[in-house]
């Protein structure tokens, strides 16, 4: 079965960096579109970032555009996600997801165009 791992959370000052990491296994995973969501406490899950299966194609929240950035490693089946210049409003829960059909890119800002999530990984950045 498909299962994913992330890891590389922890706790950060403002303007800090972390890399979070995501491990995949069950699928070919260099023909999924792997993305990030994130949960703060008392909001919803949204969407953070996206990669395409290639790497070709990224996508950003306009909330992380110019300080979050993502890549993978298809011999490794992990994407990453290196977060810079880090805000305490970056704090939540950090999930990586598997798109649903692969070579698939289309609508990748919506939660139920992926049908496989990791556990998270607790981001928390203080003031």
């Known amino acids: 079965q498909v299962q994913l791992v992330e890891s590389g959370g922890g706790l950060v000052q403002a303007g800090g960096s972390l890399r979070l990491s995501c491990a995949a296994s069950?699928?070919?995973?260099?023909?999924?579109?792997m993305g990030w969501f994130r949960q703060a406490p008392g909001k919803e899950r949204e969407f953070v970032a996206v990669?395409?299966?290639?790497?070709?194609?990224?996508g950003y929240a306009d909330s992380v555009k110019g300080r979050f950035f993502v890549s993978r490693e298809n011999a490794e089946n992990t994407v990453y996600l290196q977060m810079n210049s880090l805000k305490p409003e970056d704090t939540a829960v950090y999930y990586c997801a598997v798109k649903n059909l692969p070579g698939s890119f289309s609508q990748y800002t919506r939660q139920t165009e992926y049908n496989y999530w990791g556990q998270g990984t607790q981001v928390t950045v203080s003031s």
């Open positions: 990669i395409s299966w290639s790497g070709a194609r990224s």
């Open positions: 069950g699928l070919t995973f260099s023909t999924y579109t």
